[in-house]
C-alpha cells in the first residue's frame, strides 16, 4: 500500500462506504458520480483491494473496505485537524460609528463593505459625538468614530490616531415657515438674532457645541440652551419638530420632516471630519476604510477649502490645511 494516499480519495471512500449507494454519495461531495467510481478505483488500485462488492440493487464492503473504513477516518480527522490549525482566525466585526445613516462617514462605511469580503464585517454603530465615542475607543469598546478630532483634550488624542477625511460645509436646519427657508444660501451675518440648536448639554458632543460657540461668537447668534442628549435619529427629529428649533448642522444630514436644509455662506464655515481610532489597532477593516476615505477625499475635493471658509487653527492643523483659513468671530480673522 502506498504511503501518501491522497486523502481526496479516502473522502471519496468514506462517503460511499457511509452512504453505501454512489449517487448519494456524489451528490453529498458535490462531484459527478462518474469522478466519485474513477476516484473509488483508483484508491482500489493502490490498496490492491477491492474496497466494495456493486451489484444492480446494491453496494456493500468487502471484507477489506469495512478494514480500511476505520483508518481512513482518522485519517481525514488528522487532515482537517491539520487544515484548521493553520487557517486563519476570522477577522472579529469592526465596530463603526457613523452617527446617522447619512452623511460623510456613512458614505465611507458603504463603500468599503463592499470591497471587503463576507467574512470582514463592518459593524455600523448610530451613536453622535467623538467627545463620548473616544472614551470608548480608548476602552477598546469601540473601533471607528468620526469626528472633529481637534475638539478632543490632547490627552485623550494622545492614545489615538486620526485621518482627515472631510472639511464638510456646514448648514442650519429651519422651518419651512421661517423667513430665511426661501433663501437657497444662508449667509452667516442674516442669522443674527437667531438662537440655534448646536447639541449644548450633551456630554458626548462637546466637540461640535465648542466649535458652534467659535462660530457664534461676535455674531450675535445664540445657542439653544442645554438639552438632554437626544440619541437616535427619529428621536432627534421628534425633539426638533416639537420645540421648533433652527439647528446648525451639515449640508448632508438626515430629513426631518417640516423643515429645510440650507447651507450657510459668507462665510462657509467648515466643520473637519476625522476618522478616529485607538494608536496601534490592526485591522483589515481599518484599513479598507482608510483607503476608501483617501480615495473619496482625493475624488470630490473634500479637504479642500472653499473660497471664504472658516475653519479654527487649531483645526485647520490637525486636517493638514495648507494656507490661511479665516476664524474667530465676526470681528477677528485669524492668519
Excluded at 500500500?1 to 449517487?23: G, K, N, Y
Aim: aromatic content about 6%; proline content about 8%.
Amino acid at each position: 500500500m502506498p504511503s501518501d494516499i491522497d486523502p481526496r480519495l479516502l473522502r471519496a471512500f468514506t462517503a460511499v462506504a457511509e452512504e453505501l449507494h454512489f449517487t448519494r454519495a456524489a451528490a453529498r461531495l458535490y462531484v459527478a458520480q462518474q469522478a466519485l467510481s474513477r476516484d473509488i478505483r483508483r484508491l482500489e488500485r493502490e490498496v490492491g483491494a477491492a474496497l466494495f462488492v456493486r451489484t444492480t440493487r446494491q453496494v456493500s464492503l468487502t471484507a477489506d473496505g469495512a478494514r480500511l473504513l476505520p483508518y481512513a477516518r482518522r485519517v481525514l480527522t488528522a487532515h482537517e485537524e491539520l487544515a484548521a490549525a493553520f487557517r486563519p482566525a476570522p477577522e472579529r466585526p469592526l465596530l463603526v460609528d457613523v452617527g446617522v445613516p447619512v452623511g460623510t462617514a456613512y458614505r465611507v462605511l458603504e463603500e468599503a463593505r463592499g470591497r471587503l469580503p463576507d467574512s470582514c464585517e463592518l459593524v455600523a454603530r448610530f451613536h453622535s459625538g467623538l467627545t463620548g465615542a473616544a472614551g470608548e475607543l480608548l476602552a477598546g469598546r469601540l473601533d471607528v468614530s468620526f469626528g472633529r478630532y481637534a475638539g478632543l483634550p490632547a490627552a485623550v488624542r494622545a492614545g489615538l490616531e486620526h485621518q482627515p477625511v472631510r472639511l464638510e460645509p456646514m448648514a442650519v436646519l429651519l422651518r419651512e415657515d421661517h423667513p430665511l427657508a426661501a433663501r437657497p444660501e444662508v449667509p452667516l451675518a442674516e442669522l443674527a438674532g437667531e438662537t440655534l440648536y448646536a447639541a449644548a448639554g450633551n456630554p458626548q458632543t462637546v466637540e461640535w457645541t465648542e466649535l458652534a460657540a467659535r462660530l457664534f461668537a461676535g455674531r450675535g447668534i445664540a445657542m439653544a440652551e442645554p438639552f438632554p442628549e437626544i440619541d437616535g435619529s427619529q428621536e432627534f427629529v421628534r425633539v426638533v419638530r416639537k420645540r421648533g428649533w433652527s439647528v446648525l448642522a451639515s449640508v448632508e444630514f438626515i430629513e426631518v420632516p417640516g423643515m429645510v436644509l440650507r447651507p450657510v455662506v459668507e462665510p462657509v464655515p467648515l466643520s473637519p471630519v476625522s476618522m478616529v481610532w485607538r494608536r496601534g489597532l490592526g485591522h483589515p477593516g481599518l484599513a479598507a476604510l482608510r483607503a476608501v476615505a483617501g480615495q473619496l477625499g482625493r475624488r470630490d475635493g473634500w479637504l479642500t477649502v472653499p473660497e471664504g471658509g472658516w475653519l479654527p487653527p487649531e483645526d485647520a492643523r490637525a486636517m493638514g490645511v495648507a494656507g490661511p483659513v479665516p476664524s474667530g468671530g465676526a470681528e477677528t480673522t485669524e492668519r
